[in-house]
């Protein structure tokens, strides 16, 4: 009996389902990759949203100027842009056919995905704006 057990069990880990579909695991990713989400910055469906509201002394006239920190949208960028801005490869890079230039210094986070990682979530955030 322990033997038949033992086998079935065997078989169950072998060709059983996956623990978690990629649905979930890019759900995970987009809320807390590497110790903070996405959905942080870029808001719940990819939309991108004000970060941060501060004030800057203009020099010239020496008046307070508000402005705001905002995320772009990632729920309608090409592939190619959403890796190269999660992966920092290249300092140049084209979005929607305008040359976006990066710097060592953006506030971004690198999050070190693979690319598999990256495939999966690219996925997942593109289908946000769908949801309601």
């Given at each position: 009996m322990k033997i038949v057990f033992v086998f079935f069990a065997f078989l169950h880990f072998c060709f059983g389902t996956d623990f978690i579909t990629k649905k979930e695991y890019a759900k995970m990713l987009y809320s807390n990759p590497r110790g903070i989400g996405c959905n942080l910055c870029h808001g719940d469906k990819g939309e991108g949203m004000v970060i941060a509201k501060y004030k800057?002394?203009?020099?010239?006239?020496?008046?307070?100027?508000?402005?705001?920190?905002?995320?772009?949208?990632?729920?309608?960028?090409?592939?190619?842009?959403?890796?190269?801005?999660?992966?920092?490869?290249?300092?140049?890079?084209?979005c929607k056919g305008v040359v976006k230039k990066t710097r060592s210094d953006s506030i971004m986070p690198s999050y070190f995905l693979t690319d598999d990682e990256i495939k999966i979530l690219y996925e997942y955030v593109v289908n946000l704006k769908d949801k309601k």
């Open positions: 800057t002394l203009d020099k010239k006239t020496k008046q307070l100027i508000a402005r705001e920190l905002t995320s772009p949208s990632i729920n309608d960028v090409e592939f190619d842009c959403f890796k190269n801005a999660l992966k920092k490869t290249s300092l140049n890079f084209i």
